[in-house]
């Protein structure tokens, strides 16, 4: 919960010392034991049982004493008294918009093809290390809409498709990429096999071949897509394991 918190606020949790509490909650006039969380001294998130009821607490720069009550019909109102925070990492106002920022701005140049994928990938990148460890939200390049457009023009193009085929061919291509980051150690360690991975997945993708080494780990891909079940996700990570293995 803290980290959940914390994440969505833009603040990096893996920098902050972490420790654990015997802890209470009023409820309803009734106090109950369970156990507290801190990040740092700030941050800390409380749990409760009542029964089979599980009842969970986290705050920011609030007093430790905190008194709950059923509610019926009406809105929360607050029962803690605020105090003032020991660090500066108070959340910024508001939530993320989600919303392209400048970090990766102007104009990308050359084949939008491969400018989106990297695009893609770092931002992957990013989102993954603010999973794990907090931080500011990751945002698209500023110049991401252009890109997007810019590819699925290409592909309608390159393949004759029409619109909404060409979309949701760039969509698998992105896919499929941004999964191979996640799972494939190779793919985020090996800057050769990565290289030759996402020629592969490109040229595959946008309809100018099917003869590429890696033709059944693509096949397996598109079955992937739908059924997303383990069985197909380990089936089409097979493959690309095979493919490293003609490729050292």
């Excluded at 909650?25 to 001294?41: F, H, K, N, Q, T």
């Excluded at 999973?131 to 500011?136: F, Q, R, T, V």
């Excluded at 190779?186 to 030759?196: G, N």
């Excluded at 071949?209 to 891909?221: F, G, K, L, M, Y």
Aim: hydrophobic letters at 35%.
């Amino acid at each position: 919960m803290i980290e959940h918190h914390m994440r969505l606020s833009g603040v990096r949790f893996a920098d902050f010392a972490w420790s654990e509490e015997p802890a209470t909650l009023v409820v309803d006039g009734r106090e109950l034991s369970g156990r507290r969380v801190r990040a740092g001294a700030d941050w800390w998130a409380t749990r409760v049982t009542d029964g089979e009821l599980e009842i969970s607490a986290v705050a920011f720069c609030w007093a430790e004493g905190i008194t709950l009550r059923s509610l019926a019909g009406e809105l929360p109102a607050p029962y803690s008294r605020k105090r003032t925070p020991t660090s500066t990492t108070e959340p910024p106002a508001g939530e993320p918009s989600g919303q392209p920022s400048g970090e990766d701005g102007g104009q990308a140049s050359g084949e939008p093809y491969r400018a989106l994928v990297d695009a893609a990938l770092r931002t992957s990148l990013r989102q993954a290390e603010w999973l794990a460890e907090g931080g500011p939200v990751p945002e698209l390049p500023a110049d991401w809409r252009r890109l997007w457009q810019a590819t699925v023009d290409r592909q309608a193009g390159l393949a004759d498709q029409s619109p909404e085929s060409a979309r949701r061919a760039v969509q698998s291509m992105l896919g499929q990429l941004t999964a191979l980051q996640r799972e494939a150690t190779w793919f985020r360690t090996d800057a050769a096999l990565r290289e030759r991975a996402i020629t592969e997945t490109l040229l595959y993708g946008s309809g100018l071949t099917e003869s590429v080494p890696s033709r059944a780990a693509q096949e397996a891909w598109t079955r992937c897509e739908p059924s997303d079940s383990p069985d197909t996700r380990n089936h089409w990570i097979d493959h690309w394991h095979a493919w490293t293995l003609e490729h050292p």
